[in-house]
Structures are given as C-alpha cells and as structure tokens.
C-alpha cells in the first residue's frame, strides 16, 4: 500500500514542484516587464554635455519645497560620480537657491579654509577643506566655481558636519587670527590644536589619556573664555564674514565635545574595553555626532538657508536600522536615523549607484576597487540598466506602490561601494537615485 502511494505521488509532487517554480519564475518575469517600463517612462536621462542645463529642470518639480538636498555616493573617489554631482550643485547654486555647501568633512577645516578663500588658490583651499580622496580633478572645478561665485557676490558657502579632522587646517588659519590680538593665547592655541591630534594615538594608557584630556579641556576652555572678553577685537581681525566669529567660538566647543565624547571611546577601544551597546563604538558614534553638527549647521548657523549636502550613501540615507542588511552586518544607527524628525520632513537624500567600472579605495587612495558587473539579478543596478541611458534620475519619493513600482517596495539587493551586497527597501532609505553605468576612478591631484 505505502508503494502504491508513494508511486502515485511522487509523480505528482515532482509536476506539481515543477510547476510551482515555472509559476513563480513566470510571475518574476511579468513582475520585471512592469518595472522596465515603467522605469523606461520616468527615469529622467542626464545628459553632461547639455549646456543648457535642460535635463536637470524636473528637479524643480521634484524638490518643491525641500530645503535640505543630500547627495550620497556608493563609493568614494569615482570620478564621473564627482562629476555629477558637482554639474548638479551648480544647478541647484543657480537655479533653485540652494546657498550652502555641507561635507562630510571636518566643521573645523572645511570653515577655517572657506574663511580664508581669498587668501588661497582653490587648489589650496580644496586640500586644506576636505578629505584627501576628493582632492581630485573633478572636485577643484567646483572649488574654482565657489571662488568665482564669492567674488560675485553670490557665494555657494562652504561648511562640514563631520567631527573628525585634519591637522593644521583650523589650527593654522586660527592661530592668525587670535595672534594678531594676542601673541600668547595664539601659542596656546596651536600646542592645544597640536595635542589634540595626538591625543588618542599618543595615550598608551586610559590614565595617560585622562591627563591630557582635562588638561586639553582647561585649555580650550580658557581661549574661549578669551574669545568671549575680547569679542570686539577678535572680531576685528578675523575674516569679514558675518558668520566668522560663530563659527570661531563653535569650533573651540567641538574640541571639546569631541574629546569627552569620541575620542573617549576610541582610547577604550585602543585598549580593548568595548561597549556593551553598540551605539556607543566610536564608529556608530560618529554618525550621531555628525547628525548632532549637521542640525546645529541648519538650524543655528543657516536657519534661512537651503543646503546641499555631500557625503557617502551609508551616512546620508533616511535609516540604516530599518535595512535588512547592511555592509556592516549590525544595522546600526547612521546619521540619518539620529536627525530629528523636522529636519528630515525638510530633506531630500538621493543615492548614487553604478553598473560598471571601477572606483579609488579611500584607505589609500591609490587601490583600485572595481565594481561587480554583471550586478546581482533584481538588483538596484541591474534594474536601472532598463532605462537604456548611460545617467539617469528616478525620483522614488513621489511614487505609490503599484504594478511598475512595487520593486521600490520590495527586498532590493544594493551594492556599497560597488561590490558589497546590502538589501534594504528603497523606498525607506531614499527619496530618489542617480544611477551611472560606468565609473572610472578619480585622479587625485598632487
């Protein structure tokens, strides 16, 4: 009997299991004809050589009433996503309004150095400002157009929201303005800023690092104390910005904040003393610190303001803790979970995929990283090629879940820095993509 009802069904189980996977391959197929149209019908092409600017005009649409455009990028040092979106910032300088410029570099440097434009090159000012890995071609083109845009009169002003930073920057610029009122505080400036860069890797032990935290702490204290008593005459000789002494007396702060905080952590984690909550490693606090610099940048220092902001995908999208996976594996808080929720009614985060090529390795600026091509089957990258244009924008934000969407509401695989699989919604971590089918890497300037 159990022969006789195995030799029924077996057959039976084996069509039935052959049709199943020929109904769900059917339905898959059916499922990506609706996506290739439909993004075939909306994707808008970028076009680099239109002078005219004319493929960039249904950002006015799409943007209405955000004052906040962050602008990501799946991979550091790719010279044709630079290029993107410097043609893209210079249309939203001219056309939309858009006045400031935040990095994801140093508050420190980046407004010590625009502080002092008219002093340097734009070369100079751009390796003073922002990290190494864009001090390349297509980055000093839009430095040269910040210079040229402040001798008009119509600035695109520069500013950062990261609380890491680069030696000399600030300290240099800084120590000229404070010693033309006073010689003596200009040293205890420069030593401060000088041991504050040395401060972690310095420190073999958590009592060493104490030590000279508080006493780094006294001293920043005392010059903004000093700073406070001399207003009138710092102001005097600091750059004629309206802003300059704000952001002076902001920057002496953020020592401060960063050494009680940040680095706090990193001189644990040197010693091999982790947190229990995983929001408390110096990697996951550096986002909220960023959030925390950036929403003082919005809504303290340019409250009237709109502003670009430039930074890596993992940073800028809406909330890394509703990712299925990312790079990292933890699905821990970025910057973008950790800004208040008025701030991001007010923004519009746009990430920036390719299908092809090859990208510069931040770590050292000199490796090159190639993308995975063909990407992953269904994936961002794979979908977007429907689109049959070498650039292309799709706007996500204003779309309703229906036949041609539905992938934007689905487990979409994405590729972080163009070789490592991450799943996420779309819908949930970006208001629209730009999606580029080749990239080359950048050239670094010397």
């Not at 502003?307 to 808080?333: A, C, S």
């Amino acid at each position: 009997m159990k022969r006789m009802i195995v030799k029924t069904a077996l057959p039976l189980l084996i069509v039935c299991l052959v049709f199943t996977s020929f109904s769900a391959s059917a339905r898959a197929d059916s499922e990506e004809k609706h996506w290739n149209r439909w993004i075939e019908q909306h994707a808008h092409p970028l076009d680099s050589t239109d002078a005219s600017n004319k493929d960039l005009r249904f950002l006015k649409k799409v943007l209405k009433g955000k004052r906040i455009v962050q602008l990501g990028e799946t991979t550091h040092g790719a010279g044709e996503i630079n290029a993107t979106k410097v043609r893209m910032i210079k249309y939203l300088h001219e056309e939309l309004g858009y006045d400031v410029l935040a990095f994801e570099s140093g508050f420190t440097d980046t407004n010590a150095s625009y502080l002092n434009t008219e002093q340097s090159t734009s070369k100079s000012t751009m390796k003073k400002s922002i990290y190494p890995v864009w001090h390349t071609e297509d980055v000093v083109e839009l430095f040269d157009y910040m210079k040229e845009q402040k001798e008009k009169g119509d600035p695109l002003i520069l500013t950062g929201f990261d609380i890491q930073s680069m030696k000399d920057s600030f300290n240099v610029a800084a120590n000229q303005w404070v010693k033309a009122v006073n010689p003596k505080k200009a040293e205890l400036l420069s030593q401060s800023e000088n041991d504050f860069s040395t401060l972690v890797t310095d420190s073999s032990t958590f009592e060493e690092f104490t030590q000279k935290k508080e006493a780094l702490v006294k001293n920043y204290q005392e010059l903004i104390k000093f700073a406070e008593t001399h207003a009138s005459a710092l102001k005097a000789h600091l750059p004629k910005e309206p802003k300059a002494y704000e952001i002076f007396m902001h920057s002496l702060q953020l020592r401060i904040d960063v050494m009680e905080t940040y680095m706090l952590e990193q001189m644990k984690e040197k010693l091999e003393d982790y947190p229990e909550n995983i929001e408390d490693f110096s990697f996951f606090m550096r986002d909220r610190l960023m959030a925390e610099q950036f929403q003082w940048v919005a809504e303290t220092l340019y409250p009237k303001k709109k502003i670009i902001v430039w930074g890596h995908n993992y940073h800028l999208r809406k909330q890394n803790t509703k990712m299925i996976k990312d790079w990292v594996q933890l699905n821990g808080p970025n910057m973008g979970d950790y800004l208040p929720e008025r701030l991001k009614k007010q923004t519009y985060t746009i990430g920036i995929y390719a299908y092809a090529g090859a990208s510069l390795d931040s770590s050292d600026n000199k490796t090159v990283k190639p993308v995975t091509s063909p990407p992953p089957p269904g994936s961002l990258e794979a979908l977007l090629k429907a689109a049959d244009h070498p650039a292309v924008f799709v706007d996500f934000l204003h779309t309703k879940n229906k036949k041609g969407t539905s992938w934007l509401y689905t487990p979409r695989t994405a590729l972080y820095w163009g070789f490592m699989e991450e799943q996420m919604i779309l819908k949930e971590q970006y208001d629209g993509v730009i999606w580029l089918e080749h990239i080359t890497p950048a050239v670094i300037i010397k």
